[in-house]
């Protein structure tokens, strides 16, 4: 099966290193109580579809990747490859895809499930509530 792919150079792919950055704005969002809350007013990157922005750090128990789609619905997924690299995500432009930032590429459609790649498992896309201009997950 064909599949598109993120723009990424062999040595991106070996070294692991994804499209996506962390926010600008770090105060952005915040974790509590097992709950990431966002922010959207401080988070520029999201306003358009497509974009997307990886939050790690402040006691989250696992890297997240959070993206506006071409679907224009918001996306919250543990930003982590089932494949035994665990390497990040990033969504891949028109093609409603999120993809391994390795050599191997797996390839998750917005519900988690994988299409493409050696990954043996889905990924965990977490339930995503927004509220005016605030965004919120419970991470669990
Ligand atoms: S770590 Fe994702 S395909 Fe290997």
């Not at 988070?43 to 679907?71: Q, Y």
């Not at 895809?97 to 191997?104: E, G, I, L, N, P």
């Not at 519900?111 to 965990?124: D, E, F, L, R, T």
């Amino acid at each position: 099966m064909g599949i598109k792919s993120s723009k990424r150079n062999f040595f991106q792919r070996i070294l692991g290193l994804p499209v996506t950055s962390e926010p600008k704005d770090s105060n952005c969002w915040s974790y509590s109580g097992g709950k990431l809350v966002l922010d959207l007013n401080k988070a520029p990157e999201l306003k358009k579809p497509g974009g997307a922005i990886r939050l790690e750090g402040k006691d989250l128990p696992e890297r997240i990747l959070v993206f506006f789609g071409e679907d224009k619905k918001y996306h919250v997924f543990r930003n982590r490859c089932s494949h035994v690299g665990h390497r990040r995500l990033d969504p891949v432009p028109g093609t409603n895809t999120v993809q391994c930032c390795s050599v191997s590429k797996s390839t998750y459609d917005f519900s988690g499930n994988k299409i493409y790649g050696p990954a043996p498992h889905p990924v965990i896309k977490y339930d995503v509530t927004v509220d005016g201009d605030k965004l919120s997950a419970k991470i669990s």
